[in-house]
């Protein structure tokens, strides 16, 4: 049997990306999966991939900025499937830029699409998930740079969720629901665009990756996700764990 039958999960920005690549595997391994983000049309991409491969998935309309979205993106998920045992708060919108120069719109929306938008979710699923809930956050490891110029804000957010899913882990552990952070590097469209418009720093970014190479959506983040998910990984709660091919030291 695979390791995730019968259970129910909601992928936020399942459209592409990091997103997408942890939706596949979810449902590879027997999940049903709600692929949710901004644009329907990317998310029914998504859908159709999974459906290719022999899974089930619904795509849902949601803006992860707007409380009412998530709402009814929740209920419509837990009345359709059924229910909810696995939520993945993936969307993010980054914020790069100096502290002179990153403007108050560009952190705003960073903090509302990651850590308020993260605790948001984690509130409404939190009746759901009870019993044999997992929640998985994406965080970043960029708060462990060498040079955190021009990542200070968006370091900020990411290190905001890692708190609050700590947070999550102790207070919701006797609920029997865990809570886990991946930090990857992974070559979603994000961090395409910037190695492509930062070449000299990204080749720098390469090879300060013992492995030498950035990891893949789905084959190497999606699959950790999807083990920290299953019966095997039930004593695993409140981690940060970098996939990200050694570069971090998390200590």
Known sequence: MKKLTGKIALVTGGGQGVGQGIALSLAKEGAVVAVAGRTLAKCEATCEQIQEVGGKAIAIAMDV????????????????LGGLNILV???????????????????EAGWQS??????????????????????????????????????????????????????????WGPDNIRCNVVLPHAKSPSLEWWMNANPEEAEAFVNAIPMRRVGECEDDIGRVVANLCSEDMRYINGQSIAVDGG?????
């Open 114 to 171: 990651g850590p308020l938008a993260t605790l948001r979710l984690m509130r409404l699923c939190y009746p759901h998930l009870k019993g044999d809930g997992v929640i998985i956050n994406l965080a970043s490891t960029a708060a462990k740079r060498w040079d955190m110029s021009g990542y200070g804000p968006y370091a900020a957010v990411k290190e905001a969720i890692r708190s609050l899913s700590r947070a999550a882990a102790c207070e």
């Open 247 to 251: 570069q971090a030291f998390m200590g």
């Open 65 to 80: 900025k707007d409380p009412a979205s998530l709402t009814t993106g929740v209920d419509r998920i837990v009345s359709e």
């Open 89 to 107: 708060n993936n969307a993010q919108e980054i914020a790069l830029g100096t502290l002179n120069k990153i403007t108050d719109e560009a952190f």
